[in-house]
């Protein structure tokens, strides 16, 4: 991907899943990525899994005092940031009745304040020289999902929360949200029994669920110089699903 080599990457999220995936492809493209996550074990196992990594650093991304120690770090370790992947996120499978206020609470902590947190702190070391803010958003940020009202609130939040950002940023800064469909990741087999699954592939046009290389490939191309027309954009790939 052109412009990408020798960019300094932070991916939130970046030990795990669609983020660990996101963390190898920028790597593999030269760039210099830092992982900012929460599990104790992916980050402590991540520079052997993620050969090349610069460094995985335990940070909340909901607490903002976290997230400026950790990019005062990123600042140490890389000299500054020219790429943000704000992509760490929790959910909860739980019908709207019997959804506790600190569920909901933390549900929008961690996906829709932390993208914020994170996006601030980028932003902040990006509108002189230019840079690029991606986000995880998600289909269920593009239309109601039942079970997921706290978590779909959040992604529908996190779309314009990139398309107001890229407003004013631009020109010096793009920001686009990333929607995904279904994806294979340690979330979604939290979450799913196998027969869920099959049952989800089975409602999808392309039929299965996105392998998590697939997210990171839209990143790579969205933080590269051959998308460099694209900001404000809320991306779905998802196999058909929202078609
Ligand atoms: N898997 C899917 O089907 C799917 C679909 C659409 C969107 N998404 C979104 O993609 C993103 C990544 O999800 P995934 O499926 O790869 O899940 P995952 O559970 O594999 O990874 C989540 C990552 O977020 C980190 N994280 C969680 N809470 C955090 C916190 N408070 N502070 C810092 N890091 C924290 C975890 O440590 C982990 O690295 C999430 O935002 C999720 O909502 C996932």
Avoid at 13 to 39: H, K, N, Y
Avoid at 61 to 83: K, T
Avoid at 147 to 170: C, F, P, Q, W
Wanted: hydrophobic share 45%.
């Amino acid at each position: 991907m052109k412009g990408l080599a020798g960019k300094r990457v932070v991916v939130t999220g970046g030990t795990s899943g669609i983020g660990e995936a996101t963390s190898r492809r920028f790597v593999e493209e030269g760039a210099r990525v830092v992982a900012l996550a929460a599990g104790e074990l992916e980050i402590e196992t991540a520079r052997e899994r993620i050969p090349g990594l610069e460094a995985a650093l335990r940070c909340d991304v909901a607490d903002a005092a976290q997230v400026e120690r950790a990019f005062a770090r990123v600042d140490g370790l890389l000299g500054g940031v020219d790429v943000l992947v704000a992509n760490a996120g929790i959910s909860v499978r739980r019908p709207f009745l019997e959804i506790r206020e600190e569920e909901w609470r933390r549900v929008l902590d961690v996906n829709l304040t932390g993208v914020f947190l994170c996006a601030q702190q980028a932003a902040r070391r990006m509108v002189a020289g230019g840079g690029v803010i991606l986000m995880t958003a998600s289909t269920n940020g593009l239309s109601g999902h039942p079970l997921y009202a706290d978590y779909n609130a959040s992604k529908a939040g996190v779309i314009l929360l990139a398309r107001t950002m890229a407003l004013e940023l631009a020109p010096a800064v793009r920001v686009n949200a990333v929607c995904p469909g279904y994806v294979l990741t340690p979330m979604q087999q939290a979450e799913y029994t196998p027969e869920m699954l099959a049952e989800v592939d089975a409602s999808i046009p392309l039929r299965r669920h996105a392998r998590p290389e697939e997210i990171a490939a839209l990143f790579a191309f969205l933080a590269s110089d051959e998308s460099a027309y694209v900001t404000g954009a809320a991306i779905a790939i998802d196999g058909g699903e929202t078609a």
